[in-house]
């Protein structure tokens, strides 16, 4: 099974940008979907943006919609997470997640139980 490594978290002033890059260990991913989730301290992890990965359609949350762009590179095996116009309300511990099932099946992005692969999350801190 697939391993998912986040990195490129820190501190960022808000207004700043960061680029979260998710790597599925070199091997190419062949399941239904890729998406980042965050959890805030005290909160549950909630959908960020999720692509699914046969046709490469994106989906966002209405909290980062025209801020938030998710991206894929698959020469790399790397999903991207590019954060702009950051708000200290970004922050937090930043997952990626994938749905391994090559079938086909339909899987609700946003639900985190629909995810079956978890990397080990990457901070992400915005001041104000």
């Known amino acids: 099974q697939v391993q998912l490594v986040e990195s490129g978290g820190g501190l960022m002033q808000a207004g700043g940008s960061l680029r979260l890059s998710c790597s599925t260990s070199?091997?190419?991913?062949?399941?239904?979907?890729l998406a980042w989730f965050r959890q805030a301290p005290g909160k549950e992890r909630d959908f960020v943006a999720g692509m699914t990965w046969s046709d490469g359609n994106a989906y966002y949350a209405d909290s980062v919609k025209g801020r938030f762009t998710i991206f894929r590179d698959n020469a790399k095996n790397t999903v991207y997470l590019q954060m702009n116009s950051l708000k200290p309300e970004d922050t937090g511990v930043y997952y990626c997640a994938g749905v391994g099932d090559p079938s086909g099946r339909y899987y609700p992005i946003s639900v985190p139980a629909s995810y079956d692969v978890w990397g080990q999350g990457t901070q992400v801190t915005v001041s104000s």
């Open positions: 070199g091997r190419t991913f062949s399941g239904y979907a």
